[in-house]
């Protein structure tokens, strides 16, 4: 299946809770779902003051910062 991105690569989000940018690399790409699978991007970065483990989903993953 093709996704957007793949382990390695860098990419951002928006953190609702902190409400700014994070950037990480991609550990491991899921996949969800039946029939309409739904992506998401398992990272680590340190959120909220401590490491974490987060997955962004396919459709909040971004190339570059904005
Ligand atoms: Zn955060």
Redesign the pocket.
Same mark, same amino acid.
């Given at each position: 299946m093709k996704t957007r991105f793949s382990i390695g690569d860098t990419i951002f989000w928006y =953190?609702d809770?902190?409400q700014c940018t994070?950037q990480a690399k991609v550990k491991f790409v899921n996949f969800a779902g039946a029939g309409y699978p739904d992506i998401n991007y398992e990272v680590s970065t340190v =959120? =909220?003051g401590k490491e974490q483990t987060i997955f962004v989903d396919e459709n909040d993953a971004m190339k570059e910062e904005f």
């Open positions: =953190c809770i902190e994070h =959120c =909220c």
